[in-house]
Each structure stands twice: as C-alpha cells, then as structure tokens.
C-alpha cells in the first residue's frame, strides 16, 4: 500500500515537498519504479515522474528543472520536491508502484491504466 501526505494550498513560486511512503509487506520497495502522477479535473492522469530501482530519475518536460523525486529505500519513501510552483501545477498527486516483473524496476513505467498500486492522492493548490 501507497499513502502520500505533503499536499496543500500555495501561492505560485512557492515550494512543497510530497511523500509516498510504501506501507505493508505487499513488495519491497527496492525492486520497483515509483512514479508520480497528477490528475486535475476533466484531465487525464499525467505522469510527472518516475524513479528507478537505481533511484535515477525522470521527468516529465512539464516539471523539469523544477520537480525533483528522491527515494529513500531505508524509510521505504518516495519524495517529490516541487519548487517554483506554477498555477498549471494545481492537481491531486499521486504515486504508484511498478510492479509488474518484467519491467525490472526501470523506468519508463507503463501507462497509468495498467498499474495496479496507488496512493489515494494529496491534493496540490497553487494560488496565482
């Protein structure tokens, strides 16, 4: 299981940093990509990041440069640090497992449609 926290309500240029800590014994965070998506209303989910079991990451060209992903296996956490925070940047974030065995914990992940672990979302705000 996925729980992320770290969402709120910002004003544009401002930073926040979201967690997705892996809970339960369902896998082992080492071996599997984590992914960052967000979906804002009448949108399709949009990949944002993605970060492998080597923790090299990749991102999306609407964040690069801005949104950074770290994972921590020991704290078994996945973080987004988002800075300079843009109104287009308003969304519920979510993160979710690749956990499918031939993928080998690279990235890129499959599409959205196909992965079968997520968070339950935290939702990001950013005021202009």
């Known amino acids: 299981q996925l729980v992320e926290s770290g969402g709120g309500l910002v004003q544009a240029g401002a930073s926040l940093r979201l967690s997705c800590t892996v809970t339960?014994?369902?896998?082992?965070?080492?071996?599997?990509?984590i992914g960052w998506f967000r979906q804002s209303p009448e949108k399709d989910r949009e990949q944002v990041s993605c970060v492998d079991a080597d923790a090299i990451p990749e991102y999306s060209d609407s964040v690069n440069g801005r949104f950074i992903t770290i994972r921590d296996n020991a704290e078994k956490t996945v973080y987004l640090q988002m800075n300079n925070l843009k109104s287009d940047d308003t969304a519920i974030y979510y993160c979710?497992?690749?956990?499918?065995?031939?993928?080998?914990?690279?990235?890129?992940?499959?599409?959205?449609?196909?992965?079968?672990?997520w968070g339950q979302g935290t939702q990001v705000t950013v005021s202009s």
């Open positions: 339960g014994s369902g896998f082992v965070i080492e071996d599997v990509a």
């Open positions: 979710a497992a690749e956990l499918f065995p031939g993928r080998g914990g690279r990235c890129p992940m499959r599409p959205a449609k196909l992965l079968t672990s």
